[in-house]
């Protein structure tokens, strides 16, 4: 937050979260710049800020410059909007300044038609009696002003014109100009800007930010956005210390005594755990049999895949132990698959917050974060992401369980990005070889609350998770080729 928030009367925007970090909206009549380079998404917004207006009874004026009302209609239609108490009031040069034979000699044409343009806005919103107000865009009137000077006088004219009129008003800027012109900026009551980033695979990033917003908290640093049929969605940036909902934490187990007695009764409650692993080892397979156990005590579950086709997934399950399609089709379970190429940070975060939004939700798996982090521009960001997200779970009471793949199946293992210091719980598996045979070993390398078992066990997947018994005469297993007493082998129960 930038400034204490003050209770002034609000004009919403009707778009999603952006009330959010508005604080309710822009403040009534006062005058607001929305800032973007051209496709960044002010038109959009701008119409639905007028349509809003229409249903709280307000009538609306968008005084465009650039665009034609037929197409700024398209744009409406679009979404599926109605234009319906919007009056779209399009600012043509006169005829007289598009004929040769009326220029003259002795004045400058733009300081007549610079002129001309303010008295037809003026008089069209004498005679509509807007109470909002879009005016789009302010690039052409940069351009008729000619000079700084000129410009911040017209720009200040115009704000104090529509505060005697009452009105709310957004006034557009493409930037298509003088990119280090920060005039209204200075004038503007508040300002918000629109950017677009194009990574090299996937779709394009929106993200906004309040620039500056007078006698008024505001929600600060970027925040992702997206447009899509029906309008703009924003996604308020996740700050976990706002959000905390009273919880009993108690011991979640696996429903396997082996297992729970190698975690040491199991995983405390609203705790993050890391399942850590190479492709293949069962980091999947871990997560749900914490899911299994979480519904049949009572409780439901979220499961994020970033990498796994949903039907793949329930069909690969089910011969497990796992009957996923029944979990769902009885609201107990909600499985949400993701692509990394098209989802931002920030719609991911809202994603997770709505399902655990859910008191009964007491489980969250995202799988895996090698896919998260494909969707993340920098690792940095990545860490700060999961900082946010997990803390926010904790809060909630929430029990996360995240895997992720690390490159390598025998020997050295690397990890894409280290987050186990920020977890409370480490699961490690491992495949070793014993004998001609490839086999798993499972083990705590971390756990924050309460004891765990500092042993390795073997892991076998039949028919489900099979935990096996300590391998007290192996060494080496971690490094995939350990050194195997000859009469050892035979000790170890197979379980089959």
């Known amino acids: 937050m930038e400034t204490a928030h003050v209770d002034y009367p609000k004009a919403r925007t009707g778009i999603p979260g952006l009330d959010d970090i508005l604080l309710g909206g822009l403040t009534k009549e006062r005058v607001f710049l929305l800032e973007g380079l051209p496709g960044t998404g002010k038109t959009t917004i701008a119409l ?8 709280a009874g307000e009538k609306g004026l968008y005084i465009t410059l650039s665009e034609t009302a037929v197409e700024l209609r398209q744009t409406a239609q679009s979404h599926g909007w109605s234009l319906d ?29 610079l002129g001309e343009t303010t008295n037809v806005i003026f008089e069209k919103v004498e005679e509509a009696k807007a ?35 009452r009105s ?12 280090n012109d920060k005039t209204v900026h200075s004038v503007a009551h508040g300002v918000v800007r629109l950017e677009e980033m194009t990574p090299d695979y996937g779709a394009e990033r929106r993200r906004l930010r309040v620039v500056k917003y007078r006698a ?29 909902r009273p919880s009993h934490r108690g011991m979640i187990g696996t429903g396997i005594p082996e297992f729970d007695r190698l975690l040491g009764g199991g995983i405390e409650e609203g705790s993050s755990t890391v399942v850590l692993g190479p492709a293949g080892s069962g980091k999947s397979l871990i997560c749900l ?15 994020f895949a970033f990498d796994e086709e949903l039907n793949l997934l329930i069909e690969r399950a089910k011969p497990l132990g796992f009957d996923l399609a029944t979990m769902r089709a009885a609201g107990k379970l909600s ?29 969250v798996v995202i799988d895996s974060l090698n896919g998260y982090h494909a969707s993340m521009p920098q690792e940095n960001s990545l860490i700060l992401h999961m900082h946010e997200l997990l803390q926010y779970l904790n809060r909630q009471g929430v029990s996360t369980f995240l895997t992720v793949a690390q490159s390598g199946f025998i020997g050295e293992m690397r990890s894409p990005v280290d987050i186990t210091y920020l977890a409370d719980s480490v699961i490690l598996l491992r495949f ?65």
């Open 335 to 363: 499985i949400t698959q993701l692509d990394a190429a098209e989802i931002s940070p920030g719609e991911f975060a809202h994603s997770v917050r709505l399902a655990a939004r859910d008191p009964a939700v007491k489980t």
């Open 168 to 179: 709310t008003v957004l006034l557009l800027d493409d930037l298509t100009t003088e990119h």
């Open 85 to 113: 108490g919007i009056e779209i009031f399009e600012v043509v040069p006169p005829e007289s300044l598009l004929d040769a034979s009326q220029q003259q000699s002795l004045l400058y044409s733009s300081d007549l038609e």
């Open 432 to 496: 070793f070889e014993a004998h001609g045979q490839v086999r798993r070993a499972i083990s705590v390398v971390k756990k924050r609350t309460g004891f765990h078992e500092d042993t390795i066990r073997e892991m076998r997947i039949k028919d489900g998770l099979i935990i096996g018994e300590p391998l007290a005469e192996f060494h080496g297993v971690m490094r995939g080729v350990p050194l195997i007493p000859p009469d050892s082998l035979a000790k170890t129960p197979r379980g089959e």
């Open 48 to 55: 639905k800020y007028l349509i809003e207006g229409v249903k």
């Open 289 to 303: 049999q914490f899911i299994k156990e979480a519904i049949a005590k009572g409780g439901k579950a979220a499961f």
């Open 216 to 244: 008024q908290g505001f929600r600060g640093g970027y925040h992702d956005f997206t447009i899509r049929p029906g309008g703009a969605i924003v996604f308020p940036r996740l700050v976990a210390a706002e959000h905390r």
């Open 131 to 165: 109470t909002r107000v879009v005016l789009d865009s302010l690039s052409e009137i940069r351009l008729l002003a000619q000079s700084s000077l000129r410009y911040r006088r017209q720009i200040l004219a115009l704000k104090h014109y529509f505060a005697r009129h």
